[in-house]
């Protein structure tokens, strides 16, 4: 079958789409959410159910919108609407990329606010602002940093801007030569911050959080948890890995750099828990503060360690890396589709899509409480939402000798159909609403009887 479409632009090497894939999935999903989780949850437990997520769910996700975005070569929106079309299937398969393109866009809207808080904790950090701070104090300049609105919309702006000027410049010379950059000096300095945190924190305690496994206080909660983490940090369900599929070189072998990327990925989050969770328990701090682990449990530890000033200014650097590699993979969804569907210009969507996001995270800076429920609808509802179509679009909708061409016709390709067909939408399908009704009830936000609420405890 002929391809229906292609972008006129390619990754211009193997290596600087790998960089920019792993980019755009190594973000603070790993170093913000994935730690804070971990600690919620139990550690060992939370990581174990996380990786079969990412292998067993997101593994398969990730090659089939690699596949259909190379098959089309077009924006995710557009790509599912002429993938259906070419199917002789239902317009309305459409949704399939939409829910997972206007999550992206939100995520950009809070990832964007959190980042900018994570700017304003690097010159602090290095000033030796947390020295000899307690848990009262670290609370308190956490509050003072979100509550100084003129200075954190100002870092906003300057996040986003430099977001425009990376996407406006295209794929080869925005994406790709920002991750060119970025990546190795990221993954030089992560090894760095995990030597120091093994040698100068209680490796010990840490090893045995995230390698000891408790599964008696797991629940539906911890298992819809890990697998909203999973399409979070793998980064499934957003339409961005179709989006990145349209520019996919013919000769890329798509589940080889599928299994590449999602690996590196579990790879990073792992090395970014032995990375804070040393510190931590060598500061005598508990791992299970929830979101505040990050800004408010670190700097106690970074304060109560030799060359904290240092060693505080390089993880909220590495942070701060992160999450501009992925965040502007979040905003090329948009600006893909508004470039190939509204006929404006790549600068001009950029500009539009940079605009929104700063209107939106404005609000978001304004009312800090809404971050956290935005956080839980995009990352543990339209997520897994999102992956359930695909995975019901890529293996039922679509034949299998559309996808041929990409996966091929061998062994992979019998392996990835029973997968994305029999296993991917039944296990999310239930995950998302058992978890999602536990999540509810457990929150007061939807009372339930007490029979369905017993199941689902």
């Known amino acids: 079958m002929a391809e229906i479409g292609r972008k006129t632009e390619e990754w211009g090497s193997r290596i600087g789409f790998i960089l920019a894939a792993v980019g755009s999935t190594v973000g603070l999903g790993n170093f913000w959410r994935f730690p804070y989780l971990a600690g919620e949850y139990g550690g060992s437990a939370f990581i174990i159910i996380y990786i079969l997520c990412v292998v067993f769910l997101c593994l398969p996700l990730l090659m089939a919108e690699y596949a259909m975005g190379r098959k ?3 924006s995710a929106v557009e790509g599912a609407h002429s993938l259906a079309r070419a199917e002789s299937r239902s317009k309305y398969w459409g949704l399939v990329a939409w829910i997972g393109t206007v999550a992206s866009f939100f995520i950009l809207t ?30 308190a300049n956490f509050e003072a940093t979100i509550e100084n609105r003129p ?40 090894l760095g911050m995990v ?12 090893a045995s959080f995230i390698l000891k496994p408790d599964f008696s206080q797991t629940g539906l909660p911890t298992v819809l948890a890990a697998m909203g983490q999973a399409f979070f940090s793998v980064g499934v369900g957003l339409g961005l890995m179709m989006t990145y599929g349209a520019y996919l070189p013919r000769d890329t072998d798509i589940p080889n750099v599928s299994v590449t990327i999602a690996l590196s990925n579990t790879l990073v989050a792992l090395v970014a828990a032995f990375a804070v969770f040393p510190i931590v328990f060598a500061a005598g701090l508990s791992p299970a503060q929830g979101p505040e682990l990050f800004f ?27 999450a501009f590699t992925s965040s502007i993979s979040l905003m090329e969804v948009a600006v893909s589709w508004l470039e190939e569907k509204q006929g404006v210009t790549r600068a001009g969507a950029a500009v539009g899509i940079g605009f929104a996001v700063f209107l939106i995270g404005a609000g978001y800076v304004f009312s800090t409480e809404y971050i956290a429920f935005m956080e839980f609808v995009t990352g543990s509802l339209m997520l897994p939402l999102g992956g359930l179509l695909i995975a019901v679009f890529a293996g039922w909708a679509l034949s299998r000798e ?56």
């Open 151 to 190: 200075m954190v919309l100002v870092l906003l702006a300057l996040f986003i801007l430099a977001h425009i000027v990376v996407v406006a410049r295209g794929v080869k010379s925005g994406l790709e030569r920002v991750n060119l950059i970025l990546m190795p000096l990221f993954f030089v300095m992560l």
């Open 72 to 74: 089309s070569g077009m």
């Open 402 to 457: 559309m996808l041929i061409s990409e996966l091929g016709d061998g062994r992979v390709m019998n392996v990835w159909r029973f997968m994305v067909r029999w296993i991917a939408p039944p296990a999310i399908a239930v995950i998302l609403v058992f978890g999602s009704l536990s999540v509810a009830s457990g929150n007061g936000w939807l009372p339930l009887p007490e029979w369905l609420a017993d199941l689902v405890s």
């Open 296 to 322: 408010v449990t670190l700097p106690i530890a970074f304060g109560q360690m030799p060359g904290g000033e240092i060693i505080g200014g390089l993880f909220f650097t590495l942070a701060l890396f992160a």
């Open 195 to 206: 030597g120091f945190a093994l040698v100068e924190g209680d490796a010990a305690a840490a």
């Open 110 to 139: 809070f990832y964007a606010v959190i980042s900018s808080w994570v700017l304003s904790y690097i010159p602090q950090a290095v000033s030796g602002a947390f020295e000899g701070i307690d848990a009262a104090g670290s609370r």
